[in-house]
């Protein structure tokens, strides 16, 4: 049952890429890149480490909102826990610029949980640097900082 589980999520992540990727007029790649951060997003929505696991490079580096530091084994424990609990996350802008085989997507990132039993909302500007291994884009590294509440951007 397990493997069926895995196998509809593959599937459901590699829809999410062909949809989004074929939206906006951005070329192949960047298309894909934007939608492989849209499919991060339903990853965290649904705690779905093994998508993220998908996602991100063996060697990924996060800086969290915070201003901590964690590696990818770190980055994914961090969704593991039960007093992480997302209930939406999307970009509300999110820009690729291309550089060959590596991407950067910076945007806005929006996620709404529920921390210590209320509902919050955190906004963040967001660095994602993508690098094409092998054919597949995989993130190599991703920076969060967090938007004061009453900035607009």
Sequence with gaps: MKKRAL??????????????????????????????????????????????????SDSMVAVESDGSFSTKSEYLAGFKGADFQPSQAVN???????????????????????????????RERTIDTWVKVNGTWKCVAAVAVPIPSGKTQ
Excluded: C, P
């Design 92 to 122: 509300e802008k999110n820009d690729v610029h291309m550089y060959g085989d590596t991407a950067v997507a910076v945007g806005v990132f929006r996620i709404k949980q529920i921390e210590k039993g209320k509902t919050v909302i955190h």
């Design 7 to 56: 196998g509809v999520g593959v599937v459901l992540l590699l829809g999410v890429v062909a949809t989004v990727a074929g939206q906006g007029g951005l070329s192949d790649d960047a298309g894909r890149v934007l939608a492989l951060e849209t499919a991060w997003n339903h990853a965290i929505e649904t705690k779905d480490t093994k998508a993220m696991d998908m996602i991100l």
